[in-house]
């Protein structure tokens, strides 16, 4: 009392003292879900022995209730839902934690789940944060590669797509991707693969190791698409 006292007498505390009931907040519901869980024994406990939440940051907090905790009812200390709105969690944060969550478990349908949002005027899943989080999240984790290929087919962008595809090393589809479009706009993707692809083989040379014959094939492959 004394405290909220003095800082309505000087507002640049005020900014502070907010930080500090956040956090009383969220150490609260720490110890809650830290005696909830302390004889937990479901089987996502048992494949991931859980880590202390106590001390933990907000994201990590949340994290391990959408982890351990998905489907508890939104009244529940642990719910995730809950958390989100008790401590004001944008929806991109919370998505981004959630997909993680999900990813790390191999709990796909769910990740795929997360995914489903139509916009008004089209039957295209949209993502508020991006397809990029999904392809990471599916490849981080060894998930299947068919889901991975889904979200990349989302992205409308292709020179967009063109580059998720071959920061994931998928360099058949990144070349089938271009050769579908016109010529001024495939062309350069192509010759971009084409440098990648020359370089690869140029450092597997360095370092001892014999030129990749599948690299070979999408090269001569490139290289006749381009006329060279």
């Not at 010529?183 to 990648?196: A, C, H, N, R, V």
Request: charged fraction near 25%.
């Amino acid at each position: 009392m004394f405290l909220e006292t003095e800082v309505t007498r000087d507002s640049r505390l005020a900014f502070h003292l907010d930080l500090v009931k956040d956090q009383l907040r969220l150490l609260d519901r720490q110890v809650a879900i830290e005696n909830q869980d302390s004889s937990a024994s479901g089987d996502t406990f048992v494949r991931f022995p859980p880590p202390s939440v106590l001390a933990t940051s907000i994201s990590q907090t949340l994290y391990y209730c959408t982890f351990y905790h998905w489907d508890d009812s939104e009244s529940r200390v642990s719910s995730p839902i809950g958390m989100k709105k008790a401590h004001n969690i944008s929806d991109k944060k919370f998505l981004h934690l959630a997909i993680r969550s999900f990813a790390r478990q191999g709990k796909w349908n769910r990740v795929e789940e997360l995914s489903i949002s139509k916009g008004y005027f089209s039957s295209k899943p949209k993502s508020v944060i991006g397809w990029e989080p999904f392809v990471d999240a599916v490849f981080s984790e060894n998930g299947p590669r068919a889901l991975a290929l889904k979200f990349i087919g989302y992205i409308e962008d292709p020179v967009k797509r063109f580059e998720v595809l071959t920061g994931h090393h998928l360099y058949e589809e990144a070349v089938q991707l271009a050769l579908g479009l016109k010529k001024e706009q495939g062309g350069p993707l192509l010759s971009k693969l084409l440098t990648l692809l020359c370089r690869i083989q140029e450092y597997r040379r360095n370092v001892g190791f014999p030129p990749h014959p599948e690299i070979d094939r999408l090269k001569r492959g490139i290289e006749l698409a381009l006329g060279k």
